[in-house]
């Protein structure tokens, strides 16, 4: 009999509808693999069809020109708060990788660097294992 049960995470406001692939220049040691993010020593990120992020964190608003940095930034947190790339090792790579890419979609350069500072400053507890996603129960 199936479970009588769901379980879910919250929070999420946009979900990849086809598979994302970008050449990043962050090369772990290994292949780093979940069920959504790939990420491999040649330092190729593959997120796949979906992966659900919430956007741009704090008082950024979401537009067109940010959201694609934001799903790439989304997932390299992720992978760090799972303890898959090293917070400590590659955190301001992924946060100056954030900035470029809003920069490259239309993000003038002083607004990017605004963002990239809001991360410098503020982004760390978005890295850390304790910060994942809680999952709930219904009913």
Known sequence: MAKSYIRFRSGYKYQLASDYTLSIGITPEIDLATQFIKLDTQGVL?????????????PVMDTRENLRASL?????????????????KYKDQAD?????????????HPVAEAYY???ELGGEPATDPKNQKKIYRAP
């Open 117 to 119: 500072l809001g991360l």
């Open 96 to 108: 100056k990788l954030f900035r470029k890419i809003c920069i490259g979609d239309g993000v003038s």
């Open 46 to 58: 593959t997120v796949f069809n979906g992966y659900a992020w919430d956007g741009p964190s704090g």
């Open 72 to 88: 790439v930034h989304d997932a390299l947190y992720q992978l760090m708060r799972l303890q898959l790339l090293s917070a400590k």
